[in-house]
């Protein structure tokens, strides 16, 4: 039998405009506090990236802080972008200092080139191995999980053809619609419903799902790094993907990795393989966390140069600092009567239940 769905809030996801995904009270903005002293705060590029740094202005109150930003699309299409932003906002707010979280060396030397502040530190890595680990205990229900929003550029159709899969997704901007969901032919499980309903899975239901799955699939052909891909490794999940850019390739694990061709056949072969030959997960989730550590390091390394403060000895084994959020990444409410003026773009938040 698949797995209940969640018992959390379920509600039509009627796009009103590109990020009121969901209708309520609470405005939402991706944003939280890394470190005190100096202060450190962690936002998104992208949409949310103009009301992340009204906050991070509005909560510093004048004094001097620091931006760290996990690009959120290919570095290589956003980095005149970012640099855009970044010199308006030398304008208005001389005491920010931006730094980037690059996912690739390639992408850093891009940034830097731009003269911004970068360095490697791969925002996979930053997912919480104490949710998104393997679950021993757990049967395969589904051949393949595919995490994906409703959105045109994760190309779902390369997926249709696979069967006894399981789909996790949600609406990412006002374009979006359920016609990539419809096309599944063999659907054993989602979150969503033909006639337009979204479940909201947590953290720990999406692990559930993936240790319920024997692969998990990833197939936009440009995007960022792609946390759902991270997420399955870091549940021992081999992965069948498309060739792609944004530096979700940089965090593969080689091993258990098969790259395919823009096609169904192929994906569905690729799962039938893994199926076949499935792999240890606890192997996967060791190397994930091996790389991860690489990269958290780096983070650590950067705090303890600019704090004085030896933060690695704050940190677990895994270099897992008690200040990490999973997915560096936290959804945080927002007064818009406390921002002040936007750099270059209106403000643009989520809005959720309250």
Request: aromatic share 12%.
């Amino acid at each position: 039998m698949p797995p209940a769905r969640p018992r959390v809030m379920t509600k039509p996801c009627q796009a009103q405009n590109e990020l009121h995904l969901f209708r309520g009270e609470k405005m939402l903005t991706r944003f939280f506090q890394l470190f005190d002293d100096p202060l450190v705060y962690v936002i998104k590029s992208g949409w949310s990236m103009e009301a992340g740094f009204g906050l991070c202005r509005a909560r510093a109150k004048g004094k001097p802080f620091h931006v760290l930003i996990p690009p959120a699309w290919d570095v290589a299409q956003v980095a005149d972008e970012l640099q855009h932003f970044v010199l308006a906002a030398a304008g208005p707010c001389p005491e920010a200092t931006f730094h980037f979280l690059c996912p690739g060396e390639a992408d850093v030397a891009l940034l830097k080139a731009r003269g911004l502040n970068a360095f490697c530190a791969h925002q996979n890595a930053f997912l919480d191995e104490t949710i998104f680990k393997p679950d021993p205990a757990a049967k395969k229900q589904f051949r393949a999980v595919h995490n994906a929003a409703l959105t045109k550029w994760k190309r779902h159709e390369l997926a249709w053809g696979v069967k006894n899969i399981a789909v996790i997704t949600f609406l990412h901007e006002k374009k979006d619609n359920f016609e990539p969901f419809s096309g599944y032919k063999s659907l054993a499980w989602s979150n969503a419903t033909p006639d337009g309903k979204l479940t909201v899975v947590p953290p720990r239901e999406v692990a559930r799902i993936n240790n319920a799955s024997g692969a998990g699939i990833s197939l936009s052909r440009t995007e960022g790094c792609c946390y759902a891909n991270g997420e399955y490794q870091f549940c021992g999940l081999p992965v069948v993907s498309t060739k792609s850019t944004g530096g979700r390739s940089d965090f593969y694990d080689s091993a258990t990795t098969k790259i395919v061709w823009d096609h169904t056949f192929f994906v569905e072969r690729a799962v039938r393989h893994w199926e076949r030959h499935p792999p240890d997960p606890t192997a996967i989730h060791g190397r994930t966390i091996e790389k991860a550590i690489r990269h958290r390091v780096r983070v650590l390394d950067w705090l303890k140069e600019i704090s004085g403060i030896n933060v690695h000895a704050q940190a677990n084994a895994n270099a897992w600092h008690p200040r990490f959020h999973s997915r560096f990444r936290m959804n945080t409410k927002v007064d818009p009567a406390e921002l002040p003026p936007p750099v270059l773009n209106p403000y643009r938040f989520v809005f959720m239940e309250a």
